[in-house]
């Protein structure tokens, strides 16, 4: 934390951020304060910030469900809406779950998932070297011994013997449509990775890749669970029912979180 930085040094400070477009400016001044050794530092981050960065590659974490978790430059910033999906995995986790998050990027949602119940076990997996080691930092963190971080495109890196025993499948899979992503904020279009934000032309390419590869991995009466959208919603479900799931969706309207629930059949 910068000490000696007084009171005109920090409206300085909010001054640059808020000129940035940082709607919150003093909160993020007090974070940036907080998180920075020296005045070097805070500077060099203040620079970043005011740039595009997001907030959270910044300073190094983003807080998901009560966890810092840790996130790296050109890495996909955990959002708040996809509780929902942490929540919707929580109440279908059987005791002793092994669970899968698929399009992992930082871990964020097998990792909540995972500490939420100690009982249970994540394999999580991304196609992104600079997003499994964001992940792989936060499963030797939050999960020792109880966890392993995959590199590898959707389900191909998992290993055979998992096939037929996930209870719980989790993707935070992109779904933002192709030629949307122009008009995304700067934060996001510019600093995170293309391959976490583009779904395709109708956003749903990477759900149906999903539900088409669940199947063969979900025990009888397991759950894959996709975040999406409202507007997408219909799309995921059909994608997951094409393959033999049964599914609904799950709206959160605090968070504006939505979720599509599907079933493998069976006990």
Excluded: K
Aim: hydrophobic share 50%.
């Amino acid at each position: 934390m910068v000490s000696g930085l007084g009171i005109v040094g920090v409206e300085r400070l909010v001054g640059r951020l808020r000129a940035a477009g940082c709607v919150f400016a003093e909160d993020e001044a007090a974070l940036l304060v907080a998180e920075a050794v020296d005045e070097a530092a805070l500077e060099a981050m203040t620079v970043r910030r005011v740039a595009g960065e997001p907030l959270e590659q910044v300073v190094g974490w983003a807080l998901f469900e009560g966890l810092r978790i840790a996130v790296a430059p050109g890495v996909f910033v955990p959002r708040a809406r996809t509780g929902t999906l942490v929540e919707q995995a929580l109440r279908v986790l059987p005791d002793g779950a092994t669970v899968v998050d698929l399009c992992c990027g930082s871990g964020a949602v097998g990792v909540a998932v995972a500490v939420a119940r100690p009982d249970a076990r994540l394999w999580a997996a991304d196609v992104d070297p600079a997003a499994t080691t964001c992940a792989a930092r936060n499963v030797a963190a939050f999960l020792p011994g109880r966890g392993e971080v995959l590199l590898g495109d959707l389900d191909a890196p998992l290993p055979t013997r998992l096939l037929g025993r996930v209870d719980v499948l989790v993707a935070n899979a992109p779904y933002v449509p192709t030629a949307e992503i122009a008009h995304m904020p700067v934060e996001a279009r510019e600093h995170e990775p293309h391959v976490a934000l583009d779904g395709g032309a109708d956003g749903v390419d990477l759900h149906r890749r999903v539900a088409a590869a669940a199947p063969r991995w979900l025990a009888p009466g397991g759950h894959l669970l996709i975040e999406t959208s409202g507007r997408q919603a219909p799309a995921t479900v059909a994608a997951c029912a094409a393959h033999g799931l049964t599914a609904h969706v799950v709206h959160d309207d605090e968070r504006d979180g939505t979720v599509v629930v599907a079933r493998r059949a069976g006990s």
